[in-house]
């Protein structure tokens, strides 16, 4: 166990990382985060903060020498990062990271633990991209295969002519076909180092423009009579990584059963209900998990829970939604108020079932 007192430090200066060190504090542990110049709001609740280059080994050095564990808070950290941090003291391990960064590893990686992902091909230039579409047809979504995030780097591609028309961004892609899916969930889970898995239930997830909108408990029949399923593959997606913190694996729900979209070695923003709406919340048992505490009850406790992020500029008027008794607010505190950015979200918990 991870004495009281210890320093926990976190690679990524957002919102998840403010919300992990919230956990860490209340834990009694001392957190530093680690990340470039940027609006790090994660440093506003943390003991100390480095601002540094993801590539400044002294500055990384230094910081990996004042923490007893490390763990990162964002997935585009990247893996020499992770990897230049005493193997001893980093978790998850950074296998994970580089898996997730890429979708096309991550693809074949899912398809090796026997899982679906959406029909795909690879794509380094505009040739292979009318083949690709040739192949497996239109609609379909081009993506980057590394940075991409809240729809960022990808394309729609209607048809053919679409496709020859595009200019190819010149990164590698992945095109993939377009899954016409009923709803879309994710399995959060935490493992622990002995191996240990708790699940969190599945939330509905709504998105709008390819960003994360709301997620609603109880998801809906449809999503539930899938969550069997998809939990078996993130249950060996975390044990062939030797996973060590809490896993993101998101699914869309289609007749043909739960299609993987794509993974997160991290907390996630589908699981920030968890906060109020389960007995320990995705942050705290992560930070249990690379404590070497034992990991809290992930059990749901509310009849319903919506989380519905806040961006842009609406985050000056949050306030006034408190005044019904079932909503909490988290700000970001982030200083600007950019079109599409989560500056924020509200949580609304209802204790009684209706009826
Ligand atoms: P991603 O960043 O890959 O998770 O994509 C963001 C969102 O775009 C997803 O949550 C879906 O709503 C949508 N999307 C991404 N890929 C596909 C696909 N192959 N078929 C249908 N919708 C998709």
């Known amino acids: 166990m991870l004495p009281r007192g210890s320093t926990i430090g976190i690679l990524g200066g957002g919102q998840l990382g403010r919300m992990m060190a919230t956990s860490a504090a209340q834990l009694g542990y001392k957190v530093i985060g680690y990340a470039p110049e940027g609006d790090n709001v994660g440093g506003a609740v943390s003991t100390g903060f480095v601002t540094a280059e993801w590539d400044d080994q002294a500055a990384l050095a230094a910081f990996a020498e004042r923490c007893d564990v490390v763990t990162w808070e964002f997935e585009n950290v990247p893996v020499e ?17 580089e898996t997730a960064q890429d979708r096309l590893a991550e693809k074949r990686f899912i398809e090796g633990l026997g899982g679906r992902p959406a029909a795909y091909a690879k794509v380094d230039s505009s040739h292979d991209l009318v083949a690709a579409v040739d192949r497996l047809g239109a609609p379909g979504i081009l993506k980057t295969r590394r ?37 879309e969930f994710s399995i959060i889970l935490v493992r622990n180092r002995e191996g240990e898995i708790r699940f969190w239930d599945s939330t509905r997830n709504v998105h709008e423009g390819g960003i994360l909108a709301a997620s609603h408990f109880p998801a809906g029949e449809d999503i539930d009579a899938q969550v069997g399923e998809a939990r078996e593959l993130a249950r060996k997606v975390a044990d062939a990584l030797k996973y060590v913190g809490v896993l993101t694996l998101e699914f869309f729900a289609t007749r043909e059963g739960p299609i993987f979209n794509e993974m997160a070695p991290r907390v996630h923003n589908s699981g920030h209900w968890t906060i109020e709406g389960a007995a320990t919340s995705q942050f705290e048992n992560h930070i249990r998990a690379g404590a070497r505490l034992p990991l809290g009850d992930t059990r749901t406790t509310a009849a319903e829970v919506e989380m519905r992020n806040i961006l842009g500029s609406d985050i000056e008027s949050a306030g006034a939604k408190l005044s019904d008794a079932r909503v909490h607010l988290h ?4 200083a600007e108020a950019k079109e599409g950015r989560k500056m924020g979200h ?3 918990i209802t204790l009684e079932t209706r009826g």
Do not use: M
């Open 147 to 183: 940075d991409g995030y809240d729809g960022k780097g990808q394309w729609r591609i209607g048809s053919g002519h679409e496709a020859e028309a595009l200019n190819v961004p010149e990164v590698p892609c992945v095109y993939e076909g377009f899954v016409e899916f009923d709803a």
């Open 81 to 97: 990062t992770a990897r230049a941090i005493d193997q001893g003291k980093i978790y998850p391990d950074p296998l994970a990271l």
């Open 346 to 348: 509200f949580t609304q």
């Open 331 to 334: 700000d970001y505190g982030k």
